[in-house]
């Protein structure tokens, strides 16, 4: 059974900085890795989905990575500002889309 | 604008009465699903229909049924015998559930409490 694990559970940081969010899951035989980004009370939006044949995914301030045979995946997060604080979920995908969904890191950006 | 929609945002029901749960598509989807997030947990999925008339089971569909009569439909109903129903309910779409590669898609989610 797939498990996923995200850490930090929670991260504080000042406006500016260079952040990682980290991954981990269980099986490695998965075909494709989502981030989500969910706001309080909200739905989740997609913000990158990285193919299992890839190792990096990026969209403008925002580059996933993945590497299968470990099991991990990272959000790497450049130049943060306060509209990024939000929780990012990471969900593996291991058949016939069904998303496993980590906790979640809570991420708070201070001006 | 394309999307997906959920309502009502909010739902409050009293025990022992069912409450379906609406969520409608325009994105021309095949796969529609149905999750379920509680504090502190990570999203659960309760079913999942890969084409219309069609649904599966998720991982914790006991007390829930749902129905997918037309391909941008997928309404939720949580019965009398979910044990504890009150949660946040979201609804997710993606182009097709084979062969495997498709992005996810989610609603603005509903709000369920149970007194």
């Known amino acids: 059974k797939q498990e996923v694990t995200q850490i930090p559970a929670a991260l504080s940081v000042p406006e500016g900085e260079n952040l990682v969010l980290n991954c981990s899951f269980t099986?490695?035989?998965?075909?494709?890795l989502q981030w989500f980004r969910q706001d309080p009370g909200k739905g989740l939006t997609s913000l990158l989905l990285?193919?299992?044949?890839?190792r990096e995914q990026t969209s403008g301030r925002l580059n996933a990575s993945l590497d299968k045979s470990s099991g991990r995946s990272t959000l790497y997060i450049a130049a943060s500002q306060p509209g990024d604080s939000a929780t990012y979920l990471c969900?593996?995908?291991?058949?016939?889309?069904?998303?496993?969904f980590g906790t979640g890191t809570r991420l708070l950006v201070s001006p | 604008d394309g999307g997906i929609t959920q309502s009502p945002k909010y739902l409050f029901r009293k025990e022992g009465q069912n409450v379906t749960l609406s969520c409608e598509q325009n994105?021309?989807?095949?796969?529609m699903y149905w999750y379920r997030q509680d504090p502190g947990q990570g999203l659960r999925l309760i079913y999942y229909?890969?084409?219309?008339?069609?649904?599966q089971k998720g991982d914790i569909a006991e007390g829930y049924s749902v129905s997918r009569e037309k391909k941008e439909s997928f309404p939720l109903t949580v019965t009398s015998a979910q044990k504890n129903p009150t949660a946040f309910y979201l609804c997710?779409?993606?182009?097709?559930?084979?062969?495997?590669?498709?992005?996810?898609?989610f609603g603005p989610g509903t709000r369920l409490t149970v007194t």
């Open positions: 997710a779409s993606s182009i097709a559930a084979r062969p495997l590669i498709y992005e996810q898609y």
């Open positions: 099986d490695s035989a998965i075909y494709n």
């Open positions: 990285i193919q299992s044949s890839q």
């Open positions: 969900a593996p995908n291991t058949g016939f889309q069904k998303l496993v």
């Open positions: 994105l021309n989807h095949d796969a």
């Open positions: 229909s890969q084409i219309v008339n069609d649904f």
